[in-house]
């Protein structure tokens, strides 16, 4: 059975940092794109970053540009998130997701349960 894992959500001050983890099993995540979403209380749900399994390009959300980095190990399948300088606005459930194909603009089709991020002083 296909299953995305996340981890590594938690509550956080202000500028500060996170790493969250995306464990993928019964696929080979080095096939697929990755993505990652978040959804804030009563907010749509958002796309945030990509990463391709093509050529391993990476695509982020402008509002997350310069401070959040993807990046995969497909020894361990597992994709990664690191968010540094993380800002109030940062709160949300954050969800990984596998797309369809290679490439990051496809559909998604298996999601994990999310993982909770909360910046607060």
């Known amino acids: 059975q296909v299953q995305l894992v996340e981890s590594g959500g938690g509550l956080v001050q202000p500028g500060g940092s996170l790493r969250l983890s995306c464990a993928a099993s019964?696929?080979?995540?080095?096939?697929?794109?990755i993505g990652w979403f978040r959804q804030a209380p009563r907010k749509e749900r958002d796309w945030v970053s990509c990463?391709?399994?093509?050529?391993?390009?990476?695509y982020y959300a402008d509002s997350v540009k310069g401070r959040f980095t993807i990046s995969r190990d497909n020894a361990k399948n597992t994709v990664y998130l690191q968010m540094n300088s993380l800002k109030p606005e940062d709160t949300a459930v954050y969800y990984c997701?596998?797309?369809?194909?290679?490439?990051?603009?496809?559909?998604?089709?298996?999601w994990g349960q999310g993982t909770q991020v909360t910046v607060s002083s």
């Open positions: 997701a596998k797309s369809l194909e290679a490439s990051c603009w496809y559909e998604y089709d298996y």
């Open positions: 019964d696929f080979t995540l080095d096939y697929y794109a």
């Open positions: 990463i391709s399994s093509s050529d391993g390009s990476t």
